[in-house]
């Protein structure tokens, strides 16, 4: 009867160790296995200044509630510099009008803006973005912050948030801010 028990454990173990979960995967698989939990990722501080340039030709955007009869125009171009990224090229900067919304506040009136942005720096690389807000039109204020989501080259895997810093309406129209923030950045190897 030992014996017999004995030659069933055995195959047990035998028939459990032949089992495919053991082999190795093929390294094609643990390529896809790679995480952003496992890069090297650095947090750096960032400073500079953002103007916009609405594009009175484009066409207009209407804003929320439409029965306010509030337009803005729907693309136009960034300028700027950034600490960690250098300077913005205005021609190749460009944003797109996502949502807007007058909102009545006890300051004012208040125009909430959504956009996306892609930027390209004098290095050649890009960000993408997306910009949130809003334009006090009594007192010409401008508040809000920008979520970095993508890039190229070392702006690839970036994410960050970057305040509005000191905001106001241009006289043309346009904007301008200084704005302070962190990004994270995937190191390369």
Known sequence: MKRVFFLLIGILVLSVACQDDFVEPDNDLMALEKSAKYE???????????QIIPDETAPRFQCMPVEAGVDMCSFGWLAGQ??????????????????????????GPVIYNE?????????GERVSALGFVSINTV??????????????GRFEGING????????????GGLYWDL???ITLVLKD
């Open 139 to 152: 007192t010409g204020e401008v508040t809000g912050h920008t979520d970095y989501v993508g890039g190229t």
């Open 180 to 182: 302070k923030g962190e």
């Open 40 to 50: 090297k990722v650095k947090t750096f501080p960032v400073k500079g200044w953002t």
């Open 115 to 123: 956009v996306s942005a892609d930027v390209k720096f004098a290095s």
């Open 82 to 107: 950034m600490n960690i990224s250098g300077k913005i090229i205005q021609e190749e900067s460009t944003y797109t009008k996502l949502y807007c919304e007058l909102m009545l506040t006890p300051e």
């Open 161 to 172: 948030t970057s305040q509005v810093v000191n905001g106001v309406v241009l006289p043309d």
